[in-house]
């Protein structure tokens, strides 16, 4: 008996704008719960990166950070996904003096529904979503550098 699995398979779901966003329940660094519903009436950006303390999300994540007076200033929440431990997000979100949200996706279920599901780690992959939580923009292509940046002047300009 053999059993066959294709690690390299691109099964995944595809999202389009203008469709709801899938609906989660998970919880943040300090174990408490968020929701999809959470955030109905806000416009949020929701980005899936690989791990904490790796150089890229490093680098992705401080992005936010040095602009995210900005974000708020034009009434955008911001929230990681990874599938790291809430104590690994905490922490990360300590030594980095991030001001906003990292939600932990164990059981890697919410990636699989936004199509962002890797086998070890999410694939990095951003989405907006509008105050009737419906996805406004996806981002696939990401330069680590720029992303926060980018999105930042796409949504207010």
């Given at each position: ?34 929701s999809l519903g959470d955030y109905k009436g806000k ?63 164990t059981t890697k279920s919410v990636a699989l529904s ?28 990401i330069n680590v550098n720029t992303h926060a940046e ?8």
């Open positions: 008996f053999i059993v066959f699995i294709n690690f390299f398979s691109n099964d995944s779901i595809v999202l389009s704008v203008g469709e709801p966003a899938p609906s989660f329940t998970l919880s943040d660094q300090d174990g408490k719960t968020h416009r949020i950006i929701v980005y899936f990166f690989p791990m904490a303390e790796t150089p890229g999300w490093i680098k992705e994540a401080c992005g936010f950070r040095n602009i995210y007076s900005e974000f708020e200033k034009n009434g955008i929440t911001v929230i990681g996904i990874s599938y790291d431990k809430p104590k690994a997000l905490r922490n990360f979100k300590d030594k980095y003096n991030l001001p906003f949200n990292f939600l932990s996706d936004y199509g962002a599901n890797g086998i070890f780690t999410p694939k990095r992959k951003t989405f907006v979503i509008n105050s009737e939580l419906k996805i406004e923009k996806i981002y696939d292509q980018k999105i930042l002047a796409d949504l207010t300009n």
